[in-house]
């Protein structure tokens, strides 16, 4: 059985970038264009995935309303001849399939994937953090579900990170099991440098087996006072092989300021209509 469903946890209170989230998710903030969550719904899609459970809470109605119809807008567009902007409109029809459900306190990344299990049932099934984007050719969580296809295992992505920033990811430990593949042998969440067993951070794509959710269960508060996916990922892996992929593409933390605004300059060079200027104006700061 493949991967077809996937869930997408967006239920975070985005501290991090108050005010501006005291009435706004923070899955919304733009990436010029479009929110961050777009690019997330996206990559599920662009792997095959047609089934989307985004796990919401309060105060992030403007998630649902982004990715519904607006047919008066459409209407208008239409009206006036904006051909590109109804193009832009249409393009989020095509993320059909998308299901909300509530997270009703913020009990931790845990307690908000196990708000999943009513829906995947006995399916493995993808989950995407709702703060990074990924980019690659063949799109990251795509990259996880061919492994699972290959092993039947659960399989989580990772980089190398930094000493100073160890104590923000799950720091994993495994053995060498393939090519950029580890067998899971321990997670550590949010770890101090002497704690951590490496510098292989997750990074916020996995795909699980059902048996995760059982796990999620009997997971008791961890880091932050928080239910978390990480700890419940050892449970896991205790009792199912667990693999780690070291995933080769770029990866952007829009979660962090500095992350946030690297993306935004990324994309931004993409494009063709701004590049040129961009740059122009990136070489004279970088002048001064
Ligand atoms: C979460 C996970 C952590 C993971 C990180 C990746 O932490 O708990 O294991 O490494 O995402 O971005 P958060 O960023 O929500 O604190």
Redesign the pocket.
């Known amino acids: 059985m493949t991967v077809k469903k996937a869930v997408i946890p967006a239920a975070?209170l985005g501290t991090r970038f108050l005010p501006v989230t005291k009435s706004m998710p923070k899955e919304m903030l733009p990436i010029i264009d479009k929110p961050v969550i777009h690019y997330v719904v996206e990559e599920a899609v662009d792997s095959g995935i047609d089934d989307i459970l985004l796990i919401t809470g309060r105060g992030k109605r403007a998630i649902e309303d982004y990715f519904d119809d607006a047919p008066e807008l459409m209407m208008h567009l239409e009206r006036h001849g904006k051909c590109q902007q109804l193009d832009a409109l249409r393009e989020i029809s095509r993320f059909s399939g998308i299901h909300f459900v509530r997270q009703r306190e913020p009990k931790g990344?845990g307690d908000a994937v196990l708000c999943a299990e009513k829906h995947c049932k006995d399916e493995p099934f993808a989950v995407l953090?709702g703060?990074?984007i990924m980019k690659d050719r063949t799109p990251c969580t795509k990259q996880l579900i061919d492994i699972f296809d290959k092993t039947g295992s659960s399989v989580l992505a990772i980089q190398e990170v930094p000493t100073e920033q160890l104590h923000?990811?799950?720091i994993v430990k495994g053995n060498e099991s393939g090519e950029n593949l580890l067998l899971l042998e321990d997670i550590i969440?949010?770890p101090s440098p002497a704690e951590a067993p490496s510098h292989f951070?997750?990074?916020?794509r996995y795909v699980f087996t059902p048996a995760l959710f059982s796990c999620l269960k009997r997971t008791t508060k961890g880091a932050g006072g928080e239910i978390?996916?990480?700890d419940a990922i050892r449970l896991l892996m205790k009792q199912e092989d667990v693999y780690a992929y070291i995933y080769q593409g770029k990866r952007f933390?829009t979660?962090d300021k500095l992350g946030y605004i690297e993306t935004i300059i990324d994309y931004a060079r993409e494009d063709n209509a701004m590049k040129k200027d961009l740059n122009l104006f990136l070489r004279k700061v970088m002048r001064q």
């Open positions: 975070g990344l953090l703060d990074d923000r990811y799950g969440e949010k951070g997750s990074i916020g978390q996916l990480t933390d979660g």
